[in-house]
């Protein structure tokens, strides 16, 4: 549709030049002509030709001006083709890229686990936001341009030929040479382009994974190494690049020359056929015009060449990194949230389990776990029971055999299904980067409407079966304290610093809270916790400058020691004459600190604690107090002193530097400090108030008022906003507490308190626990273990552990040995270690090895190497394993029976040192210290032990220095308690210590 306005534009310079600037419309020295004179030419039969509009008559300046706006209607319309084009291939590019992205990360949630285990995070992403960019602008034009291009050039070229067949030929074979020539040379600038782009996406990875490990990057100081790693692949960046640049600006020089050359050869051949009479002048005019606007869209068309076979490849590279056939599944229901059946079984039939380095982790097991039941399984993160809770969590699958829940297959439930009913937790917990709230109702969250629509989401309170919002807040609060977490929220919580603009009930009601909770510590009999803040009134438990300020400083200025460089602050001291008092007081201090501390290491923690002074500034005021003995002292000195005064609290410190009538000076600086402050107009100062809340400080000194001296204060303020139900707003903005970039703003345990708060707010069926306590001490995880199975009452409940026991009450417990449950075997012959005891080997040896404390941190395979290569014994009552002053030459492991620890002398009795029973062990001692048995040791009843190597324990001594920390500790505390038991004196048969 545009083109025939394209062609106007091209023809109607001719008319300008001809008809109106060199005459030709007004021959024969006429003083106007007919412009715009529209006749329509039919065939005689027809009625010949007819006029369709006369024309209108104007003189020459006036036909000139009217060709000259017409030709600018032209180039208008033809603006305004091109800017429609643009802007629908524009939106037809973004649309797709849109999509293409989004598709994208569709494929990308839908991999199987381990095709995830290929994908760098930073990678994917630069992938999808930049490297798939070209790709969606490319479509636009994929149609268009060489459709509107095209139309242009063939356009020009048929008006060229029209004007002049030489010339006409001349710029088709240009442009020819041009199509062919071109593209050809530009190959090499694509393949370049292919390994710049291979090269930029590994320096993303190599960045994103040094930002994700930069504290080990820190902590083994290897800051140099990724530098000179990263300055590698910039410099492999800069040499393709600049290949690229080589290639790039020899491909455009030579275009430009093509381009440049046709001018040359329309000006000679042009010209000569004008000079001959061949061609008018305006003819050449228009068609040197016309060439004009050939080789933009010629090269245009070259680029979409160019650009078709980069995006091309660009997308081949993304399919394969993404591996877009084979590793994304069925599309299985998406959005359907129905729950798996109440009762059933978890039957897994054959199920094999492969891992990354070929090993079978799990090796064809065939299982029935009942629903509704709590079940245990014994084994490590690695291990087959860890390995069967990730693959009931989603974290791996299969490579052979069916999984069942319920009769429903796993892998048939969708996405959102799979999420509702079940949850995993495991050894190393996600945050997200967002707030606590964020990240606890993260598996809340729902999509409003499709999800590729904009709706948004929202939480979805029915999940946790809440009826509103309301009731959700407080299921929340549930939750936090059955992981624990419910402290730490209600801290965050109480460190908020709210805006009175806003006010909340606390707000409204601080003065009543306030003394509420000094009632509260007044029946608990602890009256002193909180110092109340009193204008008048001198804060002892507080520091002399707390004291002068008495609120919350606004202005960084004034926090600290910086106050005693603050100018209006010095000089309100001065007229007070406070100035040498604090400057002596300070003086007082460092020669206090610098006697203390003087023996102790610049880095002991005694320093942080109490010391005013940090370790390495002591120089700095040994060589201060000396310059003042010798009465050289200077201002910045004596601001330094007065800095650390204003540190000093008499209750805290008690060095007797404060009395009634220093603390009465202070009050006086307190007031003039006060109506300073008021008079300036940035209020620097939030003042303390009895009866108003102070916005500078913290929501918790808002509520106590005072020093605290006493951790009873918190207790008393968690009651008290219980009672008054005021509780529920503190932990709500406790959890606005942002958990930073994958949790780098929280400590390990509250990360695996998040995790697991995620998963019992939306109430699943199943929960799976894979070593989701290590980040706990023994007896919190004990703690926080109980509260989720009275949680998970009537629902099922799998954990799976290394401390996870027979005895700890579960329904039903499962331990692995190796890839398969362990199994009952027939009990080898004492004494039996031949070639097939691998495969006979007792699963109570690996067990019993287990809990042996100094092997409690070797995995299987070691624990397995222990067990095959000792030598199983069994003895009866009175029989002597070994006798004092023989070679230690192996240790024992008691598999059942009783043995005591006897102390042999020449000259003596028999001393009993100790007795010892199922999973001891003995001997170790004397392979570690390589001398002769330093005791006898006795059966008292019958049972059997393992005899373990000597070679082999100290090789797993070596390797293991936890183990050899374990024995050390062993050997100490038995030596502790034969000393304890040689110096009791000795009873009489049946008095004898058991």
């Known amino acids: 549709m545009s083109l025939p306005f394209y062609y106007l534009s091209l023809d109607l310079p001719k008319y300008i030049i001809s008809d109106a600037l060199q005459g030709r419309a007004f021959a024969g020295g006429q003083e106007t002509a007919r412009l715009f004179h529209i006749v329509l030419n039919l065939p005689g039969a027809f009625g010949g030709s007819f006029a369709l509009f006369d024309g ?122 041009q199509g062919a020539v071109i593209p050809a040379l530009r190959r090499e600038q694509i393949r370049l382009g292919k390994e710049r782009q291979m090269a930029s996406r590994a320096l993303a990875g190599k960045i994103g994974e040094v930002v994700e490990t930069i504290g080990e990057v820190l902590n083994h100081g290897t800051s140099a190494v990724e530098k000179s790693q990263v300055a590698q692949r910039l410099e492999q960046l800069f040499g393709i690049r600049y290949r690229l640049f080589e290639r790039k600006f020899a491909v455009k020089m ?22 001959t009479g061949r061609l008018d002048l305006g003819q050449l005019v228009a068609v040197i015009a016309a060439y004009r606007d050939l080789p933009p869209p010629v090269k245009d068309l070259i680029d979409w060449d160019q650009q078709r076979l980069d995006v091309e490849a660009k997308f081949e590279q993304v399919a394969q990194h993404f591996a877009l056939t084979g590793d994304t599944p069925a599309e299985t229901g998406a959005g359907e949230r129905a729950g798996l059946p109440a009762a059933g079984l978890i039957v897994l039939q054959g ?25 245990g399984l014994s084994g490590g993160a690695s291990e087959a029971a860890g390995i069967l809770a990730q693959l009931l969590g989603g974290g791996i699958s299969a490579g052979d055999g069916a999984l069942t829940i319920a009769g429903v297959p796993l892998a048939a439930l969708s996405p959102e299904a799979r999420g509702g009913a079940i949850a995993y937790v495991g050894p190393e917990p996600v945050i997200l980067d967002g707030s606590l709230r964020d990240n606890i109702l993260y598996g809340l969250r729902r999509v409003n409407g499709d999800a ?49 603009a806003t006010p909340t009930d606390v707000v409204l009601r601080i003065s009543d809270i306030r003394a509420r909770i000094q009632a509260g510590l007044a029946a608990r009999g602890a009256e002193g916790a909180i110092e109340p803040y009193d204008p008048a009134r001198y804060t002892r438990n507080a520091t002399i400058g707390e004291n002068i300020v008495f609120g919350m400083p606004v202005d960084p200025a004034l926090v600290g020691t910086r106050l005693a460089s603050h100018e209006p602050t010095r000089r309100l001291l001065a007229g007070l004459a406070l100035t040498e008092t604090l400057a002596g007081i300070g003086r007082r201090i460092a020669a206090t600190m610098l006697e203390i501390f003087r023996d102790l290491a610049p880095s002991h923690v005694l320093f942080e604690q109490f010391s005013f002074i940090a370790a390495e500034d002591f120089q700095d005021y040994r060589e201060l107090l000396g310059r003042l003995e010798v009465g050289a002292g200077s201002e910045a000195d004596r601001t330094r002193l007065i800095g650390l005064a204003f540190l000093y609290a008499e209750p805290r410190h008690r060095l007797g530097l404060l009395d009634m009538t220093i603390e009465t000076r202070i009050l006086a600086a307190r007031s003039a400090f006060r109506e300073w402050s008021s008079a300036d107009p940035a209020q620097p100062i939030a003042f303390y108030d009895p009866q108003r809340y102070c916005p500078a400080a913290p929501l918790r000194d808002n509520l106590l008022f005072g020093a605290v001296t006493h951790d009873a204060a918190d207790e008393v303020v968690r009651e008290t906003l219980a009672e008054l139900g005021l509780d529920a707003e503190v932990y709500g903005w406790g959890l606005d507490q942002p958990a930073g970039y994958a949790g780098r703003l929280l400590f390990p345990v509250m990360k695996a308190q998040i995790a697991l708060a995620r998963c019992l707010i939306k109430r699943p069926q199943l929960l799976i626990l894979n070593n989701a306590f290590g980040a706990f001490g023994q007896n919190e995880a004990g703690l926080i273990l109980d509260r989720i199975r009275a949680e998970m009452a009537g629902r099922t409940l799998i954990v799976a552990g290394r401390d996870v ?41 690996i067990r019993v090895l287990r809990s042996v404390p100094i092997f409690g941190n070797l995995d299987t395979a070691r624990l397995k190497l222990l067990a095959f290569t000792s030598e199983r014994i069994a003895f009866a009552q009175g029989d002597v394993l070994f006798r004092r002053g023989d070679e230690s030459d192996a240790a024992y492991v008691l598999l059942s029976g009783t043995v005591d620890v006897m102390s042999e002398t020449d000259t003596s009795e028999p001393v009993r040192m ?60 038995r030596l502790q308690t034969n000393v304890a038991a040689s110096g009791q004196p000795r009873q009489d048969d049946g008095g004898r210590d058991p």
């Not at 075997?825 to 031949?834: I, L, Y």
């Open 805 to 845: 026991g027979p005895d700890q009450g579960y329904d039903l417990h499962i331990a692995f040995d190796g890839a398969r449950p362990a199994v009952p075997q027939d009990r080898p012959t004492p004494g039996d270690s031949g070639p097939d005891r691998a495969v006979l080997l007792d699963s109570a040896e």
């Open 452 to 500: 590729t629509n904009l709706a948004g989401w929202s939480i979805d309170h029915r999940q946790a079966h809440a009826a509103d919002h309301g009731e959700l807040a407080s299921r929340l609060v549930e939750v936090l304290r059955i992981v624990g977490l419910a402290d730490p929220v209600f801290k965050f919580g109480l460190a908020r610093k709210l805006d009175p």
């Open 914 to 973: 100790s007795s010892l029973a199922r999973n001891a062990i003995v001997g170790e001692m004397g392979l570690v210290t390589g001398d002769p048995r330093s005791a006898t040791i006795v059966a008292t009843s019958s049972g059997e032990a393992l005899k373990l190597r000597k070679e082999v324990f100290l090789a797993l001594l070596a390797e293991f220095p936890q183990m050899a920390l374990s024995v050390m500790l062993l050997m100490v505390k």
């Open 56 to 177: 209108v008559r104007l003189d020459r300046l006036s036909y000139l001006f009217a060709l000259s706006g017409l030709f600018l209607l032209l180039v208008l319309i033809n603006g305004g083709f091109k800017y429609r084009v643009n802007m629908r291939k524009g939106a037809l590019g973004e649309r797709l890229l849109q999509r293409l992205r989004f598709d994208l990360f569709s494929a990308l949630l839908s991999f199987k686990p381990e095709a995830l285990q290929r994908i760098r995070p930073s990678e994917a992403a630069t992938i999808i936001k930049d490297e798939v960019e070209p790709i969606g602008g490319f479509v636009g034009d994929a149609f268009v341009q060489p459709v509107f291009l095209g139309g242009q050039v063939l356009t020009a070229l048929t008006f060229i030929l029209v004007q002049n067949l030489a010339l006409g030929v001349i710029a088709a074979s240009m442009v020819l040479i």
């Open 351 to 375: 199920v094999t389990v492969v891992n990354a380095a070929g090993d079978q982790v799990l090796d064809r097991l065939s299982l029935s776990l009942p629903l509704q039941r709590h079940i």
């Open 254 to 275: 030579l275009n430009s020359l093509l381009a440049q050359l046709t001018p040359f050869l329309f000006y000679a051949v042009g010209g000569y056929f004008a000079l």
